[in-house]
Nanobody
Framework: QVKLVESGGGLVQAGGSLRLSCACS????????MGWLRQAPGKEREFVAA????????YYADSVKGRFTISRDNAKNTGLLQMNSLKPEDTAVYYC??????????????WGQGTQVTVSL
């Protein structure tokens, strides 16, 4: 059974940084791509970033490109999302996921419970 646990969320001022971590309970971690999605109040869930199983490929939403960095450590079954230059519009619940690519798009199969990120002015 795959269990994903996020940590590192919190309250930060605009322009600040946070680093989200994702710990996976299963050895299957290295067999999947990993992605982060987020959902802001009153909005639909949206893609933030994803990384291939090997870590050789990374993909970002235009809204976070150049500010966020996704990475993973397959030996430790963990993933990271480094978020810099945070903006109030980055406020959301962030979800760690494991998934695969289908038709050129990242498709999550497993979800964590989410961690709240709040960016104040």
């Amino acid at each position: 059974q795959v269990k994903l646990v996020e940590s590192g969320g919190g309250l930060v001022q605009a322009g600040g940084s946070l680093r989200l971590s994702c710990a996976c309970s299963a050895r299957a971690f290295s067999s999947y791509g990993m992605g982060w999605l987020r959902q802001a109040p009153g909005k639909e869930r949206e893609f933030v970033a994803a990384i291939t199983w090997s870590g050789s490929g990374t993909y970002y939403a235009d809204s976070v490109k150049g500010r966020f960095t996704i990475s993973r450590d397959n030996a430790k079954n963990t993933g990271l999302l480094q978020m810099n230059s945070l903006k109030p519009e980055d406020t959301a619940v962030y979800y760690c996921t494991l998934g695969r690519w289908s038709g050129g798009s990242y498709s999550p199969n497993y979800w964590g419970q989410g961690t709240q990120v709040t960016v104040s002015l």
